[in-house]
């Protein structure tokens, strides 16, 4: 017989959290279905198991307790007769060694979960033959010397103590109570139809209904167990589950890591060795186009070394821009920090795209807050910032469109830098497209001049690493606005002067 998967496993309806979430839920469905396979009235096997080993220790623990209660009716025994009384604890020690062997057994086999409704068989057996003495207690006849009234109601008790004891002590056990004391309540309904007393007739009734009462009350402690360990079950599955999503999750991460480090180092690598060949071609294109060795003699070629020299200064450009990004990412970026003044990079920056913005005339409007001190960092990072925030707002501005620069401080005693322009603006959604790599909104591709939509992430990644915060806002047909924020702790406290400490 072979084990196939049930029809109600439908990969569609697994889990798409990878591979991982797969195999789980995989293993979940399939021990379900082995469950139902194995099991015959539905309780799966490795809860019965748990059962079972429950039941072993805590029978044994309660056995002392069922001697001192035989021992009593043996005592009932010797008010009739002593040897009767002697032959019946003997058939008790009889009875009760297949049990014993059972749970001695079960403590050295430690079953599997496929033995576990064999062995549960063996246990209900074994408790079926240790009934049979209290049966035999029943079918003896009362003690005419010692008077109805001490006889009978003292049998009633001591049997009826044992089905209660038993049933607390055994309730791990299926049917438990009916398997040991089923002969007894057979014996006591024939001895309930048979007699005319009817004393012993309504005796008889309450013992026959003690039997299906601790019935219940063993099955509901049973069922109790059941539930506790369930939940125990569930509990541990799911921390289970918890562990092994984050393992996948971390080794995801991880994985994610070194491809992003193969990434960058592999874009690092391949920048550094097209900048060689580039600024060869770079160089002859400007003394070609320039003339510097000589007229060429053709109007023609010199257009085209001018060009070629535009072509791979743009190149040049964007593998830079790569190999910074790429740095950053790799962890590779490393900052010569000194004491720069935010407003002096700025107005150099402003310098740079003068003259791009005149051709568009575009106003380019500065608001320095004076007298700000100067801030820890590295210039050229932050020279880098600023003019790709200014080169992004003169690309997108349109024409007589206006920019503002603006340089000062943050209410945390930090500073900032802000280029706002009234461009066409950013919608939205497209906001976390254009801060990421190589991202262009629909404005830039419609619109504007071609980029490489690096500028925005490097900007990001290069005020990260002064410990500031980037931020874009925008909203379609209102502008623009970049905002770079620095901490108050790389900003420079201004000492007084030694004469001014007198």
């Known amino acids: 017989m072979s084990l196939a998967a049930p029809p109600s496993l439908d990969k569609s309806s697994m889990p798409r959290g990878g591979a991982a979430?797969?195999?789980v839920e995989l293993a979940r469905t399939l021990r379900r279905?082995?469950?139902q396979l194995i099991s015959a009235d539905g309780m799966p096997p490795r809860i019965e198991l748990e059962l079972l080993r429950?039941?072993?220790?805590?029978?044994?623990?309660?056995?002392?307790?069922?001697?001192v209660i035989v021992g009593a009716a043996g005592a009932l025994f010797a008010l009739a007769d002593l040897p009767i009384m002697v032959a019946w604890i003997g058939l008790n020690l009889i009875t009760a060694l297949p049990l014993l062997f059972l749970?001695?057994?079960?403590?050295?086999?430690?079953?599997?979960?496929?033995?576990?409704?064999?062995?549960?068989?063996?246990?209900?057996?074994?408790?079926?033959?240790?009934?049979?003495?209290?049966?035999?207690?029943?079918?003896?006849?009362?003690?005419?010397?010692?008077?109805?009234?001490?006889?009978?109601?003292?049998?009633?008790?001591?049997?009826?103590?044992?089905?209660?004891?038993?049933a607390l002590i055994g309730a791990s056990l299926k049917g438990v109570v009916l398997w040991s004391f089923g002969p007894l309540a057979l014996v006591t309904a024939y001895l309930a139809v048979t007699t005319d007393d009817p004393s012993r007739m309504a005796l008889h009734g309450v013992l026959l209904s003690a039997v299906p009462f601790f019935a219940v009350v063993s099955s509901r402690l049973?069922?109790?167990?059941?539930?506790?360990?369930?939940?125990?079950?569930?509990?541990?599955?799911?921390?289970?589950?918890?562990?092994?999503?984050?393992?996948?999750?971390d080794q995801a991460r991880q994985r994610a890591?070194?491809?992003?480090?193969?990434?960058?180092q592999f874009l690092a690598t391949m920048s550094h060795e097209l900048r060689t060949p580039l600024n060869a071609i770079l160089g002859f294109s400007e003394v070609i186009g320039e003339e510097i060795l000589g007229p060429v003699g053709n109007e023609t070629y010199r257009d085209y070394a001018r060009d070629i020299h535009n072509s791979g200064q743009h190149l040049l450009d964007l593998i830079n821009?790569?190999?910074?990004?790429?740095?950053?990412?790799?962890g590779r970026y490393t900052l010569n920090e000194e004491a720069v003044s935010l407003v002096a990079i700025a107005k150099a920056a402003i310098g740079f795209v003068q003259m791009k913005a005149d051709t568009k005339r575009i106003e380019i409007r500065a608001e320095f807050e004076p007298d700000l001190p100067q801030l820890w960092g590295d210039p050229r990072s932050l020279r880098q910032?600023?003019?790709?925030?200014?080169?992004?707002?003169?690309?997108?501005?349109?024409?007589?469109?206006?920019?503002?620069?603006?340089?000062g401080w943050t209410a945390g005693g930090g500073q900032y830098v802000s280029v706002r322009d009234n461009g066409p603006g950013i919608p939205k959604e497209e906001m976390p497209l254009v801060l990421s790599s190589f991202g262009q909104g629909t404005n830039a591709i419609k619109s504007a001049e071609q980029g490489t939509g690096l500028g925005l992430p490097i900007v990001q990644a290069l005020v990260n690493l002064h410990n500031g915060s980037f931020e874009l806002n925008s909203a379609p047909g209102q502008g623009t606005e970049a905002l770079a924020t620095f901490p108050h702790a790389r900003v420079l406290e201004v000492m007084p002067a030694l004469g001014d400490l007198s």
């Open 33 to 35: 279905t082995r469950d």
């Open 103 to 166: 749970l001695r057994g079960f403590e050295k086999a430690a079953p599997s979960m496929v033995a576990a409704f064999t062995w549960r068989r063996r246990f209900q057996i074994g408790h079926l033959v240790l009934g049979l003495p209290w049966a035999v207690l029943m079918l003896w006849p009362a003690c005419e010397a010692c008077g109805f009234e001490a006889f009978d109601p003292v049998r009633l008790a001591v049997v009826a103590a044992a089905i209660g004891t038993l």
């Open 257 to 264: 890591e070194e491809a992003n480090l193969a990434k960058s």
């Open 385 to 407: 910032v600023i003019l790709n925030l200014l080169s992004n707002a003169v690309k997108f501005t349109p024409a007589k469109g206006r920019i503002l620069v603006r340089v």
């Open 222 to 249: 049973r069922s109790s167990k059941t539930d506790r360990i369930r939940h125990r079950t569930e509990r541990d599955q799911f921390t289970f589950e918890i562990e092994a999503a984050r393992i996948a999750s």
């Open 21 to 23: 979430g797969q195999r």
């Open 321 to 330: 821009e790569i190999l910074d990004l790429s740095r950053v990412e790799a």
């Open 54 to 67: 429950q039941h072993v220790p805590q029978f044994s623990a309660g056995l002392p307790v069922l001697a």
